[in-house]
C-alpha cells in the first residue's frame, strides 16, 4: 500500500500519516528524516543535497526524488509506506511517478486532509510553545493548568512566529499555489482520497481506514 498524503500545513496530516504507518506496519517517510539519515551517513546523495542546504539553496526536485525513490526500495517498504511530506508540486509528482514506473511500482492512494483556511488559522494560532523545555500546548485542546506557564518546567508560554495568524495565512497562499494542484492531479490518476479533516483525530482516521480496509 503506497500512500502520499495531502493538506495544508496544520491540517493533520502529519498526526494521520504516522497513526496509518502503526496500524498498517508501513514505514512513514518524511522528506526531512531521509534528507537528515542520508546526511549523517555520509552517503553520496546526503552528501549531494548538504552542499545546497549549507549554501540555504532549495534541493533540486531531481535529487529529492532520488533521495525517495532510494527510501522506498529499502526492504521495509516492501509492503508500502506512507510519503508526507512530498510531492509538494506537479514537477515532483511526475517525477515520482516517472521514477517509480521505472521500477513497476505506482502511488495507490493520495489521501487529502481536508480543512478550510480558515479553520486551520484558528487552530495554528491557539498553539503555544515553552520557550525552555519545548512542549507544546494548544489553548482550547491541550491547555497548561496555569495560564501562559510550561506544566513540565514552569517556563513562559509563547505563540511562535510560525503560528502567527499572518505567517500560516503565507504559508497557506503559497500551499494553494504549488500544492493544490496535485488534487487535480491525484483526481485524473483516480487515487485522490477526501476526509474531512475538521472532525475529531479518530473520527479522520476511522474514515481514512474505512477507504484502505481493516
Known amino acids: 500500500m503506497k500512500i502520499i498524503m495531502l493538506g495544508a500545513p496544520g491540517a493533520g496530516k502529519g498526526t494521520q500519516a504516522k497513526k496509518i504507518a502503526e496500524k498498517y506496519k508501513i514505514p512513514h517517510i518524511s522528506t526531512g528524516d531521509i534528507f537528515r539519515a542520508n546526511i549523517k551517513n555520509g552517503t553520496e546523495l546526503g552528501n ?18 532520488d533521495l525517495v525513490v532510494d527510501r522506498v526500495k529499502q526492504d521495509d517498504c516492501v509492503n508500502g509506506y ?37 479553520n486551520i488559522i484558528r487552530r495554528m494560532s491557539g498553539r503555544r510553545a515553552c520557550v525552555g523545555c519545548g512542549a507544546t500546548y494548544h489553548l482550547v485542546h491541550i491547555p497548561p493548568k496555569t495560564e501562559g506557564i510550561c506544566d513540565t518546567c514552569g517556563n513562559e508560554l509563547i505563540l511562535r512566529d510560525d503560528d502567527k495568524p499572518e505567517t500560516v495565512e503565507k504559508r497557506l497562499n503559497v500551499y494553494h499555489d504549488q500544492t493544490q494542484p496535485l488534487i487535480d492531479y491525484y483526481t485524473n490518476k483516480n487515487v485522490l482520497v477526501e476526509v474531512d479533516g475538521t472532525v475529531d483525530m479518530a ?9 484502505l480496509g481493516e
Open 203 to 211: 473520527d479522520v482516521f476511522a474514515a481514512i481506514v474505512k477507504t
Open 48 to 65: 549531494k543535497a548538504k552542499t545546497y542546504m549549507d549554501q540555504g539553496l532549495l534541493v533540486p526536485d531531481e535529487l529529492v526524488v
Open 82 to 118: 506512507v510519503l508526507d511530506g512530498f510531492p509538494r508540486t506537479i514537477p515532483q509528482a511526475e517525477a515520482l511517478d516517472a521514477a517509480l514506473a521505472a521500477i513497476g511500482e505506482t502511488i495507490d492512494y493520495a489521501i487529502n486532509v481536508e480543512v478550510p483556511d480558515e
